[in-house]
């Protein structure tokens, strides 16, 4: 490590204080340090921590042209696989957070979620429309093994016969097959594993808490094998760092079993472009200023192009460059199946304090 702030085994390579908002700066203290004896001097991990939040309400709102849903669920805040290009990072400093290592290591668990959920599904006049699940922060990632709190909201959907599409990097999403499985029969699920490298060199230090790649295709061919509609995200796309890869990408998301695959060029909003500047510097300081030349080519010479549509593919020679080569490997592959519709027909209002005749 040559940054003296940087910690093996996270992503982001300092904690550096929000400023957009205004926020007091605030001192470092030792809560975060494990109680483990130092090894070579070298400073203790951070601890992840976990706070408990109650929210009045579980279902947020987008209407976002170029989002593909209308509504989601986050269970957690915060993410400890560390994915340093996540776009979802300055949202810590709305809480007066960092978005580098606080947003991995200081955690928020909604558990009344569930309960908020089916609360939010029983409102007179609510229409069904599918729920995104992986939006913000990943819903399987390490704490939900102990929350749980992820299994309750698909516990909720599959009573309700409510749809529901899930977005993680971890394959213990298959820890809830024995919901997803009964929810694909209906037609009311689909999940998409992130897939970001094949090359574990590259994944140590870009997503170094995430699940193994080769863990995450296991998981496509296991939903596979079980009828739940499986896709691959290759998503982000890192010019200079991940886009050779590909091809290779769409080849193994075929092998897996994978009904289709899809990809997002890096974006980079907010406190994002200096964590990830700060991240090439540390890992690839050879190559930085060629990564981030190119990442400016694809977003309107920006680090980071907020406008809807263009934000999720880039514009630009680079941007039409890797739109070919994805279109040519799908075809090659045979992954160009559209996206499946998921059933809102089948949806039935939660049980309130009187109990279901029929």
């Not at 483990?36 to 991990?45: K, N, S």
């Not at 109650?54 to 709102?61: D, G, M, Q, S, V």
């Not at 213990?172 to 919901?179: A, E, F, I, P, Q």
Request: include cysteine; charged fraction near 30%; proline fraction near 9%.
């Amino acid at each position: 490590m040559s940054r003296p702030d940087a910690v093996a085994g996270r992503g982001a390579p300092e904690n550096r204080t929000p400023t957009r908002f205004g926020l007091a700066v605030r001192e470092a203290d030792g809560d975060w340090l494990d109680a483990r004896e130092e090894l070579d001097e070298a400073p203790p991990p951070l601890r992840t921590t976990v706070t408990v939040e109650k929210p009045k309400t579980i279902i947020a709102r987008n209407i976002s042209p170029d989002v593909g849903f209308d509504r989601s669920i986050n269970a957690y805040r915060g993410c400890e696989h560390g994915c340093i290009y996540c776009f979802a990072r300055p949202s810590h400093a709305f809480h007066d957070l960092s978005p580098g290592l606080d947003f991995e290591t200081k955690l928020f668990a909604k558990p009344d979620a569930a309960k908020l959920l089916r609360e939010e599904l029983g409102k007179k006049g609510y229409s069904p429309r599918p729920i995104a699940m992986g939006t913000n922060t990943d819903p399987y990632q390490p704490i939900e093994a102990k929350w749980r709190i992820t299994r309750s909201c698909v516990e909720v959907l599959l009573e309700t016969r409510h749809p529901l599409t899930i977005t993680t990097k971890s394959d213990r999403v298959l820890r809830d097959l024995d919901l997803l499985e009964p929810m694909a029969r209906l037609g009311i699920v689909s999940v998409a594993l992130s897939v970001t490298s094949l090359t574990p060199e590259i994944s140590r230090t870009l997503e170094p808490r995430a699940p193994a790649a080769r863990k995450r295709l296991a998981a496509v061919k296991r939903l596979k094998e079980a009828g739940v509609p499986v896709w691959v995200a290759i998503a982000p796309v890192v010019p200079g760092i991940t886009d050779y890869e590909l091809e290779q990408l769409v080849e193994a998301a075929a092998e897996a079993g994978a009904d289709g695959c899809f990809y997002l060029p890096v974006r980079l909003p907010h406190e994002v472009a200096p964590l990830f500047r700060a991240w090439l510097e540390e890992h690839y300081p050879e190559r930085a200023g060629k990564v981030m030349s190119i990442i400016q080519s694809l977003r309107g010479g920006k680090d980071n192009d907020a406008n809807w549509f263009t934000r999720m593919q880039g514009f630009g020679p680079w941007a039409d460059l890797l739109r070919t080569r994805f279109e040519k490997a799908v075809r090659r592959y045979g992954l160009e199946q559209e996206r499946v519709v998921l059933r809102t027909d089948l949806f039935r209002p939660p049980d309130g304090p009187q109990m279901r005749l029929l």
